[in-house]
């Protein structure tokens, strides 16, 4: 228990790591020496004297990006009509960390080559919600988040991930991807990846040789029909796995379901399974709602005796199952009673 424990906080920690850590430095306190030229601001854009290190030039309908200070660490440009990323504005911008460039009308064309490599201090990058048709590139080896959302994505070049080894979260979730466009190197390079989304493309089977360290896999709103024996193996770290509103069936799942160790938090729901997969006793919330199953057969869900058996100073309750979601199928109640036997810390069955 005290391992599973550990386990669960070392993911909880590590996924924090990655959602918060541009909150926290956007609160970084910097002192006047911190930098060396006079409080410069460009006239389009706004600089609080409370936050030297920040330049916001949002909402301002802007068609060019305006010459970036030396000091600025974060540069807010979303919701204009920028078409260009220039390499001349950001010149001085040598200590730029976070660049938000969402909303705007950038297409692949607009971004000048090296433009975005020569910052070698940035660690996040902002480009939702644009008009790009293919991931940029080069892009600096420093990036830690790639935020590509709801643009036209259906192209990765070879080589465009092989140098970003500190790159920790790739959302590529509503673009236009298909299968065609992932080749086996792909994510090659990719060391650090934890987080992957792509949801909301075009996608009919399983990405390819993921990276090893993803922790987290957001496939929901694909066309995904099937899943291929062995999978996870090459992802031994994922710990939560959404494939809701795809077309996964019971035989196109491999033949030992989701029973794997890692995986604590798995999304099944608005698929076309007539039946409960097999699932791992690490197990903590599923959800199989809206999908065609017609009854709980507790002798197929419950993890065997073996494998609790084989982890018994692991798992002093059974298996670890807390959340179960099956509204939208087509069982009726009440639910079997060895439901709760097997599962003994269920805390919330919606059916």
Same mark, same amino acid.
């Given at each position: 228990?005290?391992?599973?424990?550990?386990? %669960?906080?070392?993911?909880?920690?590590?996924?924090?790591?990655?959602?918060?850590?541009?909150?926290?430095?956007?609160? &970084?306190?910097?002192?006047?020496?911190?930098?060396?030229?006079?409080?410069?601001?460009? /006239?389009?854009?706004?600089?609080?004297?409370?936050?030297?290190?920040?330049?916001?030039?949002?909402?301002?309908?802007?068609?060019? %990006?305006?010459?970036? +200070?030396?000091?600025?660490?974060?540069?807010?440009?979303?919701? @204009?009509?920028?078409?260009?990323?220039?390499?001349?504005?950001?010149?001085?911008?040598?200590?730029?960390?976070?660049?938000?460039?969402?909303?705007?009308?950038? #297409?692949?064309?607009? %971004?000048?080559?090296?433009?975005?490599?020569?910052? =070698?201090?940035?660690?996040?990058?902002? $480009?939702?919600?644009?008009?790009?048709?293919?991931?940029?590139?080069?892009?600096?080896?420093?990036?830690?988040?790639?935020?590509?959302?709801?643009?036209?994505?259906?192209?990765?070049?070879?080589?465009?991930?092989?140098?970003?080894?500190?790159?920790?979260?790739?959302?590529?979730?509503? @673009?236009? *991807?298909?299968?065609?466009?992932?080749? /086996?190197?792909?994510?090659?390079?990719?060391?650090?990846?934890?987080?992957?989304?792509?949801?909301?493309?075009?996608?009919?089977?399983? !990405?390819?040789?993921?990276?090893?360290?993803?922790?987290?896999?957001? $496939?929901?709103?694909?066309?995904?029909?099937?899943? +291929?024996?062995?999978?996870?193996?090459?992802?031994?770290?994922?710990?939560?796995?959404?494939?809701?509103?795809?077309?996964?069936?019971?035989?196109?799942? !491999?033949?030992?379901?989701?029973?794997?160790?890692?995986?604590?938090? *798995?999304?099944?729901?608005?698929? =076309?399974?007539?039946?409960? +997969?097999?699932?791992?006793?690490?197990?903590?919330?599923?959800?199989?709602?809206?999908?065609?199953?017609?009854?709980?057969?507790?002798?197929?869900?419950?993890?065997?005796? #073996?494998?609790?058996?084989? &982890?018994?100073?692991?798992?002093?309750?059974?298996?670890? $199952?807390?959340?179960?979601?099956?509204?939208?199928? &087509?069982?009726? !109640?009440?639910? +079997?009673?060895?439901?709760?036997?097997?599962?003994?810390?269920?805390?919330?069955?919606?059916?």
């Amino acid at each position: 228990m005290a391992s599973t424990i550990s386990f %669960i906080i070392w993911v909880l920690f590590i996924t924090d790591t990655v959602w918060t850590q541009s909150v926290r430095q956007v609160y &970084e306190v910097h002192e006047p020496g911190d930098w060396d030229d006079d409080f410069d601001c460009p /006239r389009e854009c706004f600089c609080p004297p409370s936050f030297p290190t920040a330049l916001y030039c949002e909402n301002r309908g802007l068609k060019e %990006i305006p010459a970036i +200070p030396s000091r600025i660490w974060y540069l807010y440009l979303e919701n @204009n009509q920028i078409e260009t990323i220039p390499e001349k504005p950001f010149e001085n911008a040598t200590q730029l960390r976070w660049i938000n460039l969402n909303k705007n009308k950038i #297409t692949n064309y607009g %971004i000048e080559k090296g433009a975005l490599s020569q910052l =070698k201090k940035l660690l996040f990058l902002f $480009l939702e919600d644009n008009e790009l048709e293919e991931v940029p590139s080069p892009l600096p080896r420093s990036l830690e988040q790639l935020q590509l959302a709801r643009n036209k994505v259906s192209r990765i070049p070879q080589g465009t991930f092989s140098n970003l080894e500190n790159l920790t979260l790739l959302d590529l979730q509503h @673009n236009k *991807l298909l299968d065609n466009a992932f080749q /086996r190197d792909t994510f090659k390079g990719l060391k650090n990846l934890m987080q992957l989304n792509m949801a909301k493309n075009a996608l009919r089977n399983m !990405p390819p040789r993921l990276p090893a360290n993803t922790m987290q896999l957001f $496939l929901d709103n694909n066309s995904i029909e099937g899943i +291929p024996e062995n999978y996870f193996n090459v992802i031994p770290k994922v710990a939560f796995l959404r494939l809701n509103h795809n077309k996964l069936s019971d035989s196109g799942l !491999p033949s030992s379901g989701f029973d794997v160790s890692s995986i604590l938090d *798995l999304q099944l729901s608005h698929n =076309k399974l007539t039946k409960f +997969p097999r699932i791992n006793a690490h197990l903590q919330h599923l959800h199989l709602d809206h999908n065609k199953i017609k009854r709980v057969n507790v002798s197929v869900i419950c993890p065997t005796s #073996t494998a609790l058996h084989a &982890e018994q100073d692991v798992f002093i309750h059974g298996p670890q $199952l807390s959340y179960l979601r099956l509204d939208g199928n &087509e069982i009726r !109640p009440p639910i +079997p009673m060895d439901l709760m036997t097997c599962f003994r810390l269920l805390q919330a069955v919606i059916i």
